[in-house]
């Protein structure tokens, strides 16, 4: 207890400076405290011209926001907005909703009119953007695809539509035209087309020029064939021709006549001296395949046999099967 | 015994009433925030009891006891004071705030008061505003323009209009990572905005508060300068920091190598860098004689103290550097004007100044740091002086200043360490030699360059001040790197948890206090009682041993416990499995090394290990002791965690999991995959947009499943053991 009394304890000097001290602070905290409790936010004039170039962006999303959806999700949308501006467009937008029907030209009506006739802004403007880059609409069908124009209001204003009658029959005589044109150029480019005339050869010796004598089978497939006997080293049967990327069965089937293959013609490669890449570069295996293989390896030293492979259970016994043809034990 | 150890005795309260007053303000500061009452009452409570003291004060009825009821009165005040003034700074209560006012979408007018940063993803500002919705208001925003707004024109103290919704500062929520928020909030700050393209408009041209206009421009020329003089980047980034405070230039390897070397400190503008200066000009006042001692203390004051604010305003006026100047200033004026002042009063006052103008100060580590490290050299610096010349007496002035330096680091590190491991888990080992090296050449690096600034329109003497300069800065980071290449430099990776800093604490003052306290044979004889010293060594043994318990347990529950942690990672998927200091990561695309760091580090450095054996999240391993994946689906001991993303789809995936996880390009719709799949909990992590979130939200509720998303409730953990 005395310990606490002694350094509790404040002389005649300490009291009366801290004091002053204390009272300076607590009035100078009263005046942040008014600020802080009392001090009534003023209003500061809003330049409109500002408020504009800011606002834009944001407004304009939300309007075209609710053009599409029709109204529906702006109930859900925060009734509590306080800022006026978009309560207003909001108006704007709910309001119009006894329109007027006359009779109108697409290709000539102005904006405010389209206005009249129920169009949404969204819809008006890209109707006035499509004639602002030369487009025409010649019928009633061209209408509905005008973004942002819903069918009920299109509907209501079919019978109004007023398209001139020397469009449409320019509309006609264009579309004949081109109709012609089409029919003569594909005519000469069909005599153009050279019949081939496959011969009988080894896939595992043909060159592209070989492959390219067959039908349906060009520059690039030739060149695919040839880079897959690369990477395999060799074909041992003809089906694998199929397994080239993008020559389909039917395709496969036509030319299969002219197939012929001497497996004795594929590059075997020593299993023994093939690390992780090169393993990696052939066609048939993948990589969780070269690392069982690799594993078996480091486990056990060198493969003694082709057999040895059979061990392996990851791998299945077609794959092994395969293998053989491409890989020997020395 | 050549110096005299004057203030040794630390509770010798009559020579300073000021200590107690500063520990009840931070008292009262601290316990702000535990308790909400009406501000109307606590304003009520405080005007009481200064009217009641006034009328004790002033009734002259001196008894004992009401002296002593006097003088609690006025301590409970203090702490009526600092409770009062801290719950003043809480923005809930100021209706003025723009915080109070926001709605859906607000239009807000602010002054631009920081250079706009840009960035390769977006730039950014700070703004003071003025108004919201055309109602003015008050408070600090953070503004990020778009990147697809490439020019921006804006300087310092224009006046822009945004539009925008300002959001909460997110900070991520990760075990044991730095909140962000938080610091923020103390700089007050508190809420940011994502402006939208274009949706930003210059009001009017103006400039900041005259002095901060001219300080900035002040700035702006001597960086030019250094720039001009110094071209190698280094050089220029170290004087522009030391200098001028400027550390936007230092590259991450400069940092590196000073904070491992423990000179970090010489970077940030601090007391260090205003005492200098004001060692500097204090020089020039030795060769002043005048007749009246008065006149010449008035002048040397005013110089000084306006010195310390030219220097302030110049090093941009941040608030490290207003505080270090508040402090110095008031040391200045206590040293001049009371010839017996103790040091420690002044201290106190000038801390009391800084706590009621801000007392969000109390959380920086800045003042924090700088406060304990002057307090530490004040007390601790005559002793180990004292115990440098038992062992070896200096002669030489060079060997007395460097033993003076030695003893002077050594004391810093006394109070500072304990702090600084908690705080940033290092401890740099030759922090004598770096720190004996950077306050030594401190004084001349920044004498050097403020004269090299002043100077700098004198043709000739100026190039050989450059040359001067560059190589004094040259030798400085030669010494600087050269420390930092020394084996074991410094200790990483430290954990201590708060309790374990405080028992640091407790252990050190007491043990001080037991050397410093030693009483010779004859004060022995005439007072036999020995208390303090007794209960100094009962603290002492019982904070070691609280230190001890707590590290033991911090090892044991490392060790024995396992646990998944899936981060919330901005952009990426990356989930921590522990088993004691084992550690495996699996990371997605979008999380790399950089970028981790205020996600996992802190976290991984409470597990002791920070090299964690990182696999894909595509990845499958199957011979793995802390968990067994294959394709989408992982084994967690007794959890089956199923992995959802868009190339996991194409397999075949299972009927029924405990957790799925939704994370990285995850485009399928929920409603496919809950109609097939069972699941006790769905997670869903920083890597997916909003959007797609809420789309799981929705439909988890419909068929009330358990949902838990790391961007709001931060990482998920599942406990093994």
Known sequence: MKFFWDNTYLTRDERSRLIILLSVFILLCIIKFYVVVFYKPTSIPIDKHILDSVEMVSLQKKENYYAKKDFDLSKSYDTTTKNPKLKNKKHETEKPKSFVSFQFDPNKIGKDSLKLLGFSSYATNSLLKYRSKGGVIRSIDQMSKINGLDESTLERLTPYVNLPEHQKKQYASYSSNIQNLDSTQFAKKKKKYKRKNPKVFDINAGDTTAFMNLHGIGRIYSKRIINFRKSLGGFFTIQQIGDVWGIEDSLFQAIMPYLVVNPSLIQKRNINHMDKDSLNKHPYINWQKSKTILAYKSAHGDYQHMDDFYKLHLLEDDFVDTMKHYFVVK | ?721
């Open chain 2, 1 to 721: 015994m050549k110096y005299v150890n004057e203030n040794s005795r630390i509770l010798n309260w009559p020579e300073m009433p000021l200590a107690r007053v500063v520990f009840l303000l931070i008292m009262g500061i601290y316990s702000s925030p535990f308790l909400t009452i009406p501000i109307v009452y606590q304003l009520a409570v405080c005007l009481f009891l200064i009217s009641i003291i006034w009328i004790i004060q002033l009734s002259k009825s001196a008894t004992l006891s009401v002296v002593k009821s006097l003088s609690l009165l006025i301590l409970f005040l203090v702490f009526c004071v600092g409770f009062f003034r801290q719950s003043l700074q809480k923005t809930s209560t100021d209706s003025f705030h723009y915080t109070n006012q926001l709605s859906h979408q607000d239009y807000l007018v602010g002054q631009i008061v920081q250079e706009v940063k840009k960035k390769k993803a977006s730039s950014s500002t700070l703004l003071d505003l003025e108004s919201i919705n055309g109602v003015s208001c008050r408070g600090k925003l953070l503004v990020y323009f778009n990147k697809a707004d490439s020019i921006l024109d804006y300087r310092l103290g224009d006046i822009i209009a945004i539009s925008g919704r300002p959001i909460d500062i997110q900070s991520g929520k990760n075990p044991k990572s730095f909140d962000y928020q938080k610091f923020m909030s103390n700089k007050g700050i508190d809420k940011q905005v994502f402006l939208k393209p274009g949706s930003h408009s210059l009001v009017k041209k103006d400039k900041l508060f005259f002095l901060l206009h001219y300080a900035h421009q002040a700035r702006k020329w001597a960086l030019s300068v250094l720039d001009k003089r110094l071209p190698d980047r280094d050089q220029y980034a170290t004087a522009s920091a030391m200098v001028l405070g400027n550390r936007d230039h230092i590259s991450e390897d400069l940092q590196s190598a000073f904070s491992e070397t423990g000179a970090v400190h010489v970077l940030a503008v601090s007391g260090l860098h205003v005492g200098i200066v004001i060692m500097l000009f204090n020089f020039l006042f030795r060769r002043i004689r005048s007749e009246s001692k008065q006149f010449k203390k008035i002048i040397k004051f005013s110089v000084l103290t306006l010195v310390v604010i030219v220097y302030a305003l110049i090093t941009g006026a941040s608030p490290a550097v207003m505080r270090a100047s508040i402090m110095f200033s008031t040391l200045l004026f206590g040293r001049l004007w009371f010839d017996n002042s103790n040091i420690y009063n002044i201290l106190s006052f000038s801390a009391i100044l800084i706590l009621l103008y801000n007392p969000n100060n109390l959380t920086d580590l800045g003042f924090i740091f700088s406060y304990l490290a002057l307090i530490s050299i004040v007390y601790f610096q005559p002793y180990f002086m004292n115990l440098i010349e038992k062992f070896y007496e200096p002669t030489h002035w060079v060997s007395i200043r460097i033993t003076q330096l030695v003893s002077v680091s050594l004391a810093a590190q006394v109070l500072i360490f304990p702090m600084s491991i908690y705080y940033f888990h290092k401890f740099p080992v030759y922090f004598i030699l770096s720190g004996v090296m950077a306050v030594a050449m401190a004084p001349f690096i920044l004498g050097c360059g403020l004269l090299l600034l002043f100077t700098s329109f004198i043709p000739i003497w100026s190039t050989v001040n450059t040359v001067a300069f560059s190589l004094l800065l040259k030798a400085f980071l030669g010494i600087i790197y050269s420390i930092q290449l020394l084996p074991f430099n410094s200790i990483d990776n430290v954990w201590i948890s708060k309790s374990s800093m405080v028992c640091l604490y407790l252990a050190i003052l007491s043990i001080m206090y037991i050397l410093t306290n030693r009483k010779s044979e004859y004060q022995r004889f005439i007072s036999p009682k020995k208390t303090g010293r007794n209960s100094a060594i009962l603290i002492t043994f019982l904070s070691v041993w609280v230190l001890m318990v707590n590290s033991i347990y911090h090892t044991y529950r490392v060790k024995n416990h396992k646990e998944m942690i899936i981060y919330d990672h901005n952009g990426g998927t990356l989930i921590d499995i522990y088993e004691g200091e084992k550690l495996m990561t699996i990371s997605s695309k979008g999380v790399d090394k950089k970028n981790i760091k205020y996600t996992c580090r802190d976290n991984r450095i409470y597990h002791g290990n920070l090299d964690p054996n990182i696999l894909s999240l595509d990845s499958n391993f199957v011979h793995n002791r802390l968990a067994i994946k294959y394709n989408c689906l992982m084994y967690f001991v007794d959890k089956k965690i199923l992995f959802l993303n868009s190339i996991d789809l194409e397999k075949v995936f299972p009927a029924q999991s405990d957790i799925l996880l939704i994370s990285h390009s995850c485009e399928t719709s929920p409603y496919n995959i809950l109609d097939v799949h069972i699941t006790k909990l769905v997670v869903v992590d920083g890597s997916i947009s909003y959007k797609i979130i809420n789309q799981w939200k929705k439909e988890c509720e419909k068929r009330s499943i358990p949902f838990f998303q790391t961007k709001k409730n931060g990482a998920y953990i599942q406990k093994g053991i």
